[in-house]
């Protein structure tokens, strides 16, 4: 009896050493490094709220993703970019745009479609990310030069970042968590300047290969001149094609005139002319067609070298401006998979893989002139975003349940909110429109930027 | 928390129940003995993949830890005996892995694995050498389950403290060991425990973890007989 109170005893106490909060908690939540305020430098990725004025304002917009909180309706409808919740999880002052404005469609009378509104600088905000800003090139799709109406500042990069050393005294205290992301826009103004050029390449030459096929399909009906026909058909084609306002239907009319002018009057009949227009317009559909591929075929090499100029001008700027201006923890993110973007899979086999070598050019340039650096985390968010849109496996684990489908439908961005986006449940789709992000992908890239601080040792 | 303390309290109270039925039979045979050292308790971690949202390939690893150890058994027979070992709880760190490698500790756990275990010990109780077989029955308990904000980063960034809770699993575990008598009363003993563990980990973030633990237990300890 002796034994056995002792061994309870034993055991009892043993399971009494047990007592005394023994639940799960979150420990200790601070951070080692304390980081006085977060820099940073952009594009729309990063952008916190540049354009949200004006009509913008009105629409309930202003970031890049679905705009607005509605966190009731599915947690990740935050509304946030990355760079949001990483201040928040650094518990930082939420970030705020550096400067503000538009400079688009002035319309004092309706503030719904005011895309005017004057540019202001705010002095005690840090987030220098504009839409539309490029590396180091001024004007970015959604420009006022290439968009008048709806006018974007697109400050590059190369200038934000100048702006703000001009702000702090050129230099950084070293306390700053300092972000810069950009390329993209370059790849996209790249793309379609290739894409505006070939298309004029090929409608030049279609119009050539329809005037061809025209002249010679007429001159041939005619059975006894046909050479003095054709001369006298070409030189009215000639004539009406370098007149301004002329039309393809201007140049038929002006055409079958000269070949009944030249003694040929059965050819004026619409059955006798119809099928040699037909034929001209199909040989200048194939002559189109093949002078624009080949335009985009030989300058796209070309494309592809300026976007690793960018790249390695964008590393030159952390070195020589952030981290040689003091600056300690720098985070470069990588451009992501464009080529799997919404936007990127719209386009032909032979451009999705000129996009993929435009930004594989520039993050290996990118890559290269960072070199490894105690002060530089360079974030592979390529990788990343190839995977969740590339492997099935991978959306899942990520969370993701659409990627490929634009949450916004044919809304801008800039313009989406938790209101206008498409039927159904897309809190968790990848992208919101072309090319942007939701705020859950966007929280995904934020905490794939942690875990690689976390790795590096700044968390 | 009450219920999992409870199911202790329960576990011990049988433990100790169990012990006392068998030993009332063999009272005769019987000897107390009792023994103190150093319990190294190393966890052969097969991490599951974080479920989603996750990173593809988010793995855990689990450090190891010493803790000291009294244990006490009790002669059924000159060759069959019963043994119960009294601990401080065990100090786990727990790691990144996997994809999520590099990224440091995340949070740490304390873990009570009591064991009854049934022993059977070759040779005569005067031999000098005395190694010994058992087989045990382990209730495997984890407490204190603490993340960082590293962890919270890592699972729910900006979001509340991620908080996790490990599953208590009954479970067994084998034993081979070596008393060696120094004289009448004292010996010296090694002893090595290998428990099967699988578990699961439950995040409040809502990704869970399955974790296979297998610890295996190596004790270095000097005994004395009653």
């Known amino acids: ?459 | 928390m009450k219920v999992r303390l409870n199911s202790v309290v329960k576990m011990a109270v049988a433990a100790a129940a169990l012990a006392c039925a068998s030993g009332a039979s063999a009272q005769s045979a019987g000897q107390w003995t009792a023994k103190f050292g150093f319990n190294q308790l190393t966890p052969k971690v097969e991490s599951g993949d974080l479920t989603a949202p996750a990173l593809p390939f988010t793995k855990a690893a689990v450090d190891r830890d010493i803790q000291p150890v009294l244990i006490f058994a009790y002669g059924l027979t000159n060759n069959i005996s019963a043994e119960v070992a009294l601990g401080t709880p065990y100090k786990h760190k727990i790691k990144g892995a996997g994809s999520i490698a590099g990224t440091g500790e995340l949070g740490t756990v304390e873990a009570l694995p009591p064991t009854l275990f049934l022993q059977y010990r070759f040779f005569e109780p005067t031999a000098t050498f005395r190694p010994y077989i058992g087989l045990g029955a382990t209730y495997a308990y984890f407490m204190k389950e603490r993340g960082s904000g590293k962890l919270t980063a890592l699972t729910n960034p900006g979001g509340p403290a991620t908080t996790f809770d490990i599953d208590n699993k009954f479970t067994y575990t084998g034993q081979v060991g070596l008393a060696v008598n120094l004289n009448e009363r004292w010996f010296v003993d090694a002893t090595v425990n290998k428990s099967r563990l699988r578990t699961d980990v439950h995040f409040s973030s809502g990704q869970n973890q399955h974790m296979k633990l297998d610890p295996v237990a190596v004790v270095l300890a000097v005994g004395y007989k009653f």
């Open chain 1, 1 to 459: 009896m002796r034994q056995k109170n002792f061994a309870l005893a034993l055991l009892t106490a043993a399971a009494l050493a047990a007592c005394g909060g023994t639940g799960s908690s979150g420990g200790d939540q601070s951070h080692p490094i304390t980081f006085s305020q977060q820099v940073t430098f952009g594009d729309s990725l990063s952008d916190v709220g540049t354009y949200n004025v004006g009509a913008v304002k009105v629409a309930g917009g202003g970031k890049f993703t679905i705009n607005g909180s509605e966190t009731s309706k599915d947690p990740a409808l935050t509304g946030l970019n990355w760079t949001e919740v990483l201040a928040a999880e650094l518990r930082l002052p939420a970030p705020c745009a550096a400067q503000t404005g538009l400079e688009g469609t002035n319309n004092d009378a309706n503030p719904a479609a005011d895309f005017f509104v004057p540019i202001v600088n705010n002095a005690n905000c840090f987030n220098y990310a504009q839409g539309g800003a490029r590396v180091s090139n001024p004007i970015g799709p959604g420009n006022k030069v290439v968009k008048p109406e709806l006018g974007e500042m697109t400050v590059p990069v190369k200038t934000q970042v100048a702006t703000h050393l001009a702000k702090v005294g050129g230099k950084f205290s070293g306390t700053e968590l300092v972000t810069i992301m950009a390329g993209g826009n370059d790849v996209l103004m790249q793309l379609a300047t290739l894409s505006a050029n070939a298309t004029a390449a090929g409608n030049t030459a279609g119009q050539q290969a329809f005037a061809t096929s025209l002249v010679s399909g007429l001159a041939a009906h005619n059975t006894t001149n046909p050479t003095g026909a054709a001369q006298a058909i070409g030189r009215a084609v000639q004539i009406e094609a370098a007149r301004a306002g002329s039309t393809s239907t201007t140049i038929v009319q002006a055409a079958v005139g000269a070949a009944v002018g030249a003694g040929d009057t059965a050819v004026a009949s619409p059955a006798v002319y119809g099928p040699i227009v037909a034929t001209a317009q199909a040989a200048a559909t194939t002559a189109g067609a093949q002078a624009g591929a080949q335009y985009a075929a030989t300058n796209g090499p070309a494309l592809v070298a300026e976007l690793g100029k960018a790249g390695a001008e964008l590393a030159a700027m952390v070195k020589t401006e952030l981290v040689g201006k003091g600056a300690k923890y720098v985070i470069v993110n990588n451009l992501p998979d464009v080529a799997s973007t919404p936007s990127g899979r719209s386009q032909a086999a032979s451009t999705q893989e000129l996009i993929k070598a435009m930004v594989n050019t520039f993050n290996a340039q990118l890559k290269a002139g960072l070199g490894e650096s105690p002060n530089i985390l360079y974030v592979d968010l390529y990788t990343v975003s190839n995977d969740q849109v590339n492997n099935p496996r991978s959306k899942e684990i990520y969370g993701l349940t659409n990627v490929t489908t634009k949450a916004c439908g044919d809304i801008n961005s800039l313009l989406c909110t938790t209101r206008n986006t498409i039927q159904g449940d897309v809190s968790h789709y990848m992208f919101a429109d072309d090319i942007h992000p939701t705020p859950y992908e966007y929280w995904l890239v934020a905490r794939y930027v942690l875990k690689d601080m976390a790795v590096k040792g700044w968390l």
